[in-house]
């Protein structure tokens, strides 16, 4: 109950906010209130989660309290529930409405019908994926097979909050160290389990919020370019199923082979003929297993709706050619302020999202962001700000956004975050630039090249909006930030996602081409062989989703474990678990600090795990007591836990020197893990 009513408080807070960024309406902008609705829940969470984070951080490092977030909680409530009570009296005697949610958010009623449907039908087909892939039942934790993996850093990051004391931060599949992954997202869910929200509940709910809400801005993005509801109703089909050639290829090949469809009818893996496309880097699994990415382009896309004022500035402007390019660098209305406020307050909300999601904050609002002194590129923003008036503001709004997370990553991170370097052609296999291109086609199809030859059709403004909107793609093929290039894909997909407002209006504007009879089916037919074109791999991923997914491909974890409850109890904050390379289990459910959880999540972060790894083939094949001795005490482990008939980095491991050197303190029911306290 407390975990709802602390949503319902960031929407309410996150409402007051937005009536600073959207004072005014016009109807050429069509019904707001898909975009401010949403941007008051991502503010609203920002304002409220940092505010608990800090507060329960300080209760922990200053006053040694063993539960922070009580406090936190409890602080931020009242204080909260004061502020809103105040401005509550206070607007209703100046004869003011409480909240920005009045007649001023609904310009377009002839529509607003139309788009209560469509966006009910999204929450519904949203809130039933979130689910399907991630769920409890009577104890049991059920996660998809093309989803637990990732599941598994995060929700051991969410049990470290919600069941330990995890201050300062640290990432449980490597304890002991700094936290470099982005954890804020995990944060908000594992206090709202804290707050009585069951576990599957808090992370369905924010993330069905997060996805439909980034949705409703992203339609809104839509309507106010062309202003038409069928675009942005198609920019939302496309967001769920991809353009890509695997489907065709895939259908040839098997064609040919004469097994076309019992391989249809039985295939469990995605599809993909490029490096890891198997891996469903591109399709709208990405958004069920990276909760927290839908989050961070919720804020990007608010950005991106507000600072399409300064874009529409710009290119109002009544100059043709390099006359009209010239005046967008070489004149006062080209830099001067045009609002200010609007530019620290979205400079602000940005910066505070580095630890959200920094994929999203790199692909939307960033200028040139230092984190941990890293210089990150110019993007979504950046590419709006070139044919933008008021240059200036997006510089505040970038030099704000810098300075929170600049401020962040001192707080969390020994050292850089990411080691950024040259790298050109992101995952082609052909690095020349005829094979980077012709890799793009593999991936979309024709979706991104397509747009080359659809810009031509664009207006100035919309054109800028395309430029921003493909520089995170770019960046993908120029720029490594992490060990593991493929990280890279979610700069392709947030590219991706934007693109599909503008392949939304092209549907719509062939589907409308015909005058006569006949022009008008033949225009109809060609937007339905252009739609599948653009979905039909998209579609057959999402069969893969479903059947990946199913009751036959879950695995499970019970939550009601006395392995969990035991270490919950009785590891503290700064106690190092030695275990096996676990993914998600009852031991990570129970927000330990792991010394060496699976290595991947913690390599593609940054970690050393080479190292780690070494030291713990060492611990459990060693014969030698004083040398198992001083690698523990080196390490810093307090507790050893071993699994019968457990191997580590392919070595068979041995019990009876750790059993000899270290008292043995809990045995599991079936008597398969036992753990000793070193």
């Not at 919720?298 to 390019?325: T, Y």
């Not at 503001?393 to 030099?399: E, P, R």
Request: hydrophobic share 50%; charged share 15%; glycine share 8%.
């Amino acid at each position: 109950m407390l975990g709802i009513i602390y949503l319902i408080l960031c929407m309410l807070t996150g409402m007051e906010m937005a009536g600073c960024l959207f004072p005014r309406q016009t109807t050429e902008r069509g019904n707001r209130i898909w975009v401010v609705l949403p941007a008051a829940f991502g503010m609203g969470i920002l304002m409220l989660t940092w505010a608990v984070y800090i507060l329960s951080w300080m209760f922990s490092i200053c006053a040694g309290a063993e539960h922070p977030l009580f406090y936190g909680n409890l602080i931020v409530f009242l204080v909260d529930i004061l502020l809103l009570s105040g401005i509550f009296r206070w607007k209703k005697k100046k004869q003011q409405k409480m909240f920005v949610i009045s007649e001023r958010m609904i310009s377009r009623k002839w529509i607003l019908k139309k788009e209560l449907l469509l966006f009910g039908i999204l929450t519904v087909f949203v809130t039933w994926m979130m689910f399907y892939v991630f769920h409890m039942k009577d104890g049991i934790l059920y996660s998809g097979f093309s989803v637990y993996g990732d599941y598994a850093p995060h929700t051991a990051m969410m049990r470290s909050f919600s069941r330990g004391n995890n201050f300062p931060t640290q990432y449980p599949h490597y304890g002991g160290q700094d936290v470099k992954y982005h954890f804020m997202f995990q944060f908000l869910v594992g206090n709202l389990e804290y707050l009585g929200l069951r576990l599957d509940l808090g992370y369905n709910l924010v993330s069905i919020l997060s996805l439909a809400g980034f949705l409703m801005v992203l339609y809104g993005i839509s309507y106010r370019m062309f202003k038409s509801f069928w675009a942005g109703a198609a920019a939302i089909v496309f967001f769920f199923f991809r353009s890509g050639t695997a489907l065709w290829r895939y259908l040839w090949e098997h064609l040919q082979a004469r097994d076309l469809v019992r391989t249809l009818e039985e295939n469990t893996a995605f599809i993909g003929y490029t490096t890891n496309e198997n891996w469903g880097l591109w399709n709208f699994n990405v958004y069920l297993n990276q909760r927290h990415l839908a989050f961070g382009l919720l804020m990007a896309a608010v950005a991106v709706w507000i600072f399409m004022d300064w874009v529409e500035a710009g290119c109002s402007h009544k100059e043709q050619g390099f006359l009209w390019v010239r005046n967008r660098f070489f004149t006062k209305e080209a830099w001067i302020c045009r609002n200010v406020g609007t530019a620290i307050l979205l400079g602000l909300f940005l910066g505070l999202t580095a630890f959200w999601n920094g994929a999203a904050l790199i692909g939307g609002p960033l200028v040139l962001s230092r984190l941990a002194g890293t210089v990150r590129g110019l993007l979504i923003l950046a590419g709006l700000a070139v044919f933008s008036d008021g240059k200036l503001d997006y510089a505040i709004c970038a030099g704000l956004a810098v300075l929170f997370s600049e401020l962040q990553s001192k707080i969390f991170v020994s050292g850089s975050v990411m080691s950024p370097s040259f790298y050109w052609g992101f995952l082609a296999d052909n690095k020349s630039i005829s094979g980077v291109l012709w890799y793009l086609v593999e991936i979309s199809g024709f979706f991104f090249v397509g747009m080359i030859v659809a810009a031509v059709f664009l207006k100035r403004g919309q054109r800028t909006v395309l430029m921003g909107c493909l520089l995170p793609m770019a960046f993908a093929f120029l720029v490594s930030l992490t060990p593991d290039i493929n990280v890279n894909h979610k700069y392709v997909m947030i590219s991706y996602a934007f693109v599909t407002v503008f392949w939304g209006w092209i549907v719509r504007c062939v589907f409308l081409a015909g005058k006569n009879s006949w022009k008008k089916w033949a225009g109809r037919a060609a937007a339905a062989v252009l739609c599948i074109c653009l979905s039909a791999t998209g579609i057959y991923d999402y069969v893969i989703i479903l059947r990946d997914n199913d009751s036959a491909h879950r695995m499970t974890v019970n939550m009601e474990s006395s392995l969990t409850d035991w270490l919950s109890a009785n590891l503290k904050k700064n106690d190092l678990l030695l275990t096996p390379e676990y993914t998600m289990n009852e031991v990570t459910m129970s927000g330990a600090m792991l010394y060496c959880g699976w290595p991947y999540y913690a390599w593609s972060a940054g970690y050393d795990t080479g190292y780690r790894a070494g030291q713990a083939v060492l611990i459990y094949t060693t014969d030698d007591p004083e040398l198992l001795k001083a690698a523990v005490k080196q390490e810093k482990i307090t507790y050893i836990l071993f699994e019968e008939d457990m191997e580590f980095e392919q070595q068979e491991c041995r019990e009876d020197i750790i059993r000899e050197t270290y008292p043995l303190v809990y045995t599991s029911e079936d008597g398969r893990i036992r753990i000793y306290e070193t």
